[in-house]
């Protein structure tokens, strides 16, 4: 395998809304980020990936983009955006940016012409159909509820928006369109930009056959994943895409590229893949999907274990998946998986760990190494997500009572982990000196990066030890490259495995369960790397590990 600067990196994803603000307007900006460069160099980032920051009306808070090649005056210049990248460098750190090309804004001006001749030649820029006996060509469900369909002004033609309706997705059919956005891709490359994090890439190819299929739901709408995620063809629009930008630039790209199929996934991030890595989603559905998630059941991780495993046997060592717990669209992971009460340095390490020396890249979310958590609303007006909103809509319309839907949206929003870095115990946790966008969780006096800092046992230092073990001179070659072994596989709330490379080995245990465990253990330790608590009790042929215990150890098979 040919080596990559990027094959050990240590990612850091910013919400850039919600990371710095250094203008007082309550939102956070490019300074800000410059701001915090030496605090990212300090934890062992080489890499980071900033949601987007293009010229918005935000409809999506960024994922509508309405000028790629503008930075939007809330977050900055494009000077701050080369001075970012130019800082950045000189501390060994990488910028990605977020690529939106699924969609664009509904405020973009090519769809704005489209809308005025959709017959033209911006109307086949986006993919617009004539509607059936007065009502939209079909009744695919938009990802994010509704019609994916929005008529044009009182035509009989509809335009596809699979996300909201200010986002128009975009047509990769016409050359045209597709060459627009490689040249668009080149000229940030050519800025000195990492790479990019790629926005919602499996959905870029359509299936046109259309099929009007039964309702799944009472909004009288269907799931139309199988006309538009990972459709057959894709791979010829994923390939050219590569070829005319990433691969003349040798830049780092890390897809959105949920549910690629086993045998899909070599052609997606093998030593020739459209990317360099992907992010899988396998993982972070549990607290929506398993039937007893209000108490964060041991099954729970379980489930975790299997699925982070079985993903990884899949790659089987052919590539690099990019293995993270958290991101902007989810709530924060201990509140998923680690019931309530538990929740505390001890826990948020070990569940920090479960994943963190697989092989693949690793990506912490801003706040992770503070130990943030969501913050619960009182009513469905302190949210600021259309998707939270629709979802809501939904869930009235099901039948469920108000405080119901609450409930639910306090779990699922995609919104919770979007509430404003928490830096330090003054007034907005640090984070403004005006009224910040959204509200600050106002557990900050206690959970903030500057108090984790000064704390002995603390979040910020499990990260950072667990950065430098991973870059370590001794020990990055096995974790890059090394096979992993999973141990411990049928026990209860323990993710564990080894990494072995070149007749060396790792082990990590993760204990992440509130109770003791003992468990036989037949290795020869030859020396403890990391634990999250003071000692390890390792005796003859077994390991007493204490609730939410986790041991890194180099050993002898
Ligand atoms: O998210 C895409 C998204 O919603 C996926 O999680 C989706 O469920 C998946 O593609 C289905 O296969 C991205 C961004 O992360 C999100 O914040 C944006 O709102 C969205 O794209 C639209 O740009
Ligand atoms: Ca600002």
Redesign the pocket.
């Known amino acids: 395998m040919q080596k990559k600067w990027w094959h050990n990196a240590i990612g850091y994803q910013i919400y850039p809304k919600s990371f710095q603000d250094t203008n007082g307007d309550g939102i956070g900006d490019i300074p800000g980020i410059i701001e915090h460069l030496d605090d990212l160099e300090e934890l062992g980032i080489n890499m980071i990936w900033l949601?987007p920051v293009n010229k918005s009306p935000m409809a999506?808070?960024g994922?509508?983009i309405s000028d790629y090649d503008e930075i939007d005056p809330m977050f900055g210049t494009l000077d701050d955006m080369k001075r970012l990248i130019k800082e950045a460098d000189k501390r060994g750190i990488r910028v990605l940016m977020d690529l939106?090309v699924?969609?664009t804004s509904s405020e973009h001006e090519w769809f704005q012409k489209a809308l005025e001749d959709p017959d033209g030649r911006y109307g086949k820029y986006y993919i617009i159909r004539e509607g059936k006996d007065g009502k939209e060509p079909n009744n695919w469900r938009s990802?994010?509820g509704g019609s994916a369909w929005e008529r044009i002004g009182d035509t009989d033609k509809y335009y596809l928006h699979l996300?909201t309706k200010w986002?128009p997705d975009l047509n990769w059919e016409n050359k045209e369109v597709r060459e627009e956005i490689y040249a668009m891709i080149n000229r940030w490359l050519d800025m000195g930009l990492g790479g990019f994090r790629i926005?919602?890439i499996?959905?870029l190819k359509k299936d046109f056959t259309y099929e009007n299929l039964p309702a799944d739901g009472v909004d009288g709408y269907v799931n139309g994943?199988p006309y538009f995620?990972n459709v057959k063809g894709i791979e010829t629009f994923l390939n050219e895409l590569k070829k005319e930008t990433f691969l003349p630039h040798d830049a780092f790209t890390l897809a959105?590229a949920?549910?690629v199929a086993p045998e899909d996934l070599e052609d997606f991030i093998g030593e020739d893949g459209y990317f360099s890595s992907i992010f899988d989603?396998c993982h972070t559905r549990y607290h929506v999907n398993h039937p007893k998630w209000k108490d964060r059941p041991v099954e729970m991780i379980n489930d975790l274990r299997d699925a982070l495993f079985q993903k990884q046997e899949y790659v089987n060592g052919r590539g690099f998946l990019c293995n993270f717990l958290d991101?902007?669209?989810t709530s924060r992971s201990a509140e998923r998986f680690i019931p309530r009460e538990d929740i505390g340095y001890y826990s948020m390490s070990a569940l920090g760990s479960v994943n963190f020396f697989f092989p693949g890249i690793v990506f912490l979310y801003q706040g992770q190494a503070a130990g943030m958590l969501d913050y619960r609303k009182k009513s469905i007006d302190e949210f600021r997500d259309p998707?939270t909103f629709n979802m809501y809509r939904g869930y009235l319309q099901e039948g469920m009572t108000e405080e119901q839907a609450l409930e639910k949206l306090n779990v699922e929003s995609?919104e919770h982990a979007r509430t404003p870095m928490q830096w330090n115990a003054q007034e907005n946790a640090g984070f403004t000196d005006g009224t910040p966008w959204f509200a600050v969780n106002p557990n900050y006096k206690e959970i903030n990066l500057e108090a984790e800092k000064g704390k002995e046992e603390s979040l910020y230092h499990w990260y950072r030890k667990m950065i430098a073990l991973r870059k370590s001179d001794e020990y990055s070659e096995l974790f890059i490259y090394g096979s992993l072994i999973p141990v411990y596989e049928k026990t209860d709330g323990v993710i564990a495995y080894e990494r072995e490379y070149q007749g060396r080995c790792v082990l990590v245990i993760c204990n992440l369960k509130a109770a003791p465990q003992e468990l036989p253990f037949g290795w020869n330790v030859k020396k403890i790397l990391l634990s999250n608590h003071k000692d390890v009790n390792i005796e003859k042929e077994k390991i007493c590990l204490r609730g939410y215990e986790t041991v890194i150890a180099d050993i002898e098979k």
């Open positions: 949601c999506d808070h994922y509508d939106v699924n969609h990802i994010f996300f986002q926005d919602a499996s959905h994943f995620r959105e949920d549910d989603f991101n902007h669209d998707t995609r």
